[in-house]
């Protein structure tokens, strides 16, 4: 799978000047190294286990007090205020693919060939059959509106369909059978919005090999990345629902089974700086190999962090472990932005959103080292350097 993000470089970096000073910065050597199957960078003792979100309440680096002696409480006279690396978010519901729980019921049937009857359409043939429309469409060179004629004969392709409830999200789906989603859309061809619908059959692939999927596919299958909440994030339309309308103000909080889309187009104007900041790692591969699907650009502690334009809000939470708090806002045209390891988030799914808006503040959350910011643009389902997207002065 595809996995956006890599971990900075430990030492601390000046702030310098604005956001449109790109210098490189050079990875220490040996300071950091790709996770394994995510490609997210991260330090070299990745064995460890994830960071928590929060830090003790006492500083590490306080003696223990002496038996009878009361631990003094930081003040703003004597000690600075220290980040805890919590995110803090808005009250909400759970993410629909938590919320909705998939039963693994697919079914299994074998390579056929149907002999269309008077009266058939692809969707009947499908529903006779078991396998999913698309799926004997592509193997038949069907076009919509997939007309067929009496007496031709439809190859069926074999394999496991599971057939899709009302609310069941593409990850929810994924997980319950082990299958990383990517491998699904892949095998189904599935394409923008990837929003599925009740009683559409997908086909989960088998394991590579065959057999039932190892423990790593399956650990695999719930780590979650910014291509799967895209493309699989949003909860099944029953076929007389309708996605719902952009929400106005975080007070008003979607529940977990409304689907929400993006604008059909960007808005003119084109992106802005998320923040004013030093670059401190570039698009692309690093140094150790990892690879950054965005940029990172260091900032203050709560900076303001601003949307890159015109949108509506996909995702808010903590779900990807190396982000930390995350941001990610569909812009229409196809063009999506993600903002990463803030400490505050202050807008909620299904929020329409003005170019400039504040929609997090910065923090150090997830794998970063510092007060940063992790920001992406993709076009579909591709990332694409901000900075060629970004005004230069």
């Not at 439809?154 to 990383?180: D, K, M, N, W």
């Not at 619908?197 to 999927?213: F, K, S």
């Not at 309308?245 to 003119?268: D, F, H, Y």
Request: hydrophobic share 35%; net charge positive.
């Amino acid at each position: 799978m595809r996995r956006g993000g890599a971990l900075m470089a430990a030492a601390t970096l000046p702030l310098l000047g604005l956001a449109a000073c790109i210098p490189q910065v050079d990875r220490p050597a040996g300071y950091g190294r790709p996770v394994e199957g995510t490609g997210y960078g991260r330090p070299a003792d990745a064995g460890r286990p994830q960071r928590p979100y929060r830090d003790p309440p006492a500083r590490r680096d306080d003696p223990p007090p002496r038996q009878g002696e009361s631990v003094p409480r930081d003040t703003p006279d004597d000690r600075p205020a220290r980040d805890t690396g919590e995110v803090t978010t808005l009250p909400a519901p759970r993410p629909a693919w938590e919320a909705r729980q998939v039963r693994a019921d697919a079914k299994t049937i074998p390579d056929t060939t149907y002999v269309v009857q008077p009266g058939d359409t692809l969707s009947r043939v499908a529903d006779r059959s078991g396998a999913s429309l698309e799926a004997i469409a592509r193997a038949n060179d069907l076009e919509s509106p997939y007309t067929i004629e009496t007496g031709e004969r439809l190859r069926i392709p074999g394999g496991r369909y599971h057939q899709v409830r009302r609310g069941e999200t593409g990850i929810a789906i994924a997980r319950a059978y082990g299958v990383e989603w990517s491998r699904i859309v892949a095998a189904n061809a599935l394409v923008e919005p990837y929003v599925l619908r009740a009683d559409q059959r997908v086909l989960i692939p088998d394991a590579p090999g065959g057999g039932r999927p190892s423990a790593a596919e399956r650990a695999q299958a719930f780590t979650l990345d910014i291509d799967d909440i895209l493309t699989g994030g949003e909860p099944a339309l029953a076929s007389n629902q309708a996605p719902a309308k952009p929400i106005a103000t975080p007070r008003r909080v979607l529940p977990s089974n409304a689907v929400v889309t993006g604008p059909a187009r960007l808005a003119s104007g084109g992106f802005l700086w998320p923040v004013d900041g030093k670059v401190v790692k570039r698009f692309g591969p690093g140094a150790s190999g990892e690879r950054n699907d965005g940029i990172k650009i260091a900032v203050p502690m709560s900076t303001p962090i601003h949307a890159a334009a015109d949108g509506v809000v996909a995702y808010v939470g903590d779900g990807i472990a190396a982000l930390g708090g995350l941001v990610i806002i569909k812009h229409g045209g196809g063009w999506t932005s993600v903002y990463g390891h803030a400490s505050k988030l202050l807008v909620q799914r299904g929020q329409s959103v003005k170019r400039g808006q504040t929609v997090a503040l910065s923090g150090d959350t997830g794998f970063a080292d510092r007060p940063e910011l992790h920001f992406e643009l993709r076009k579909g389902r591709t990332p694409v350097d901000p900075t060629s997207q970004l005004p230069r002065s």
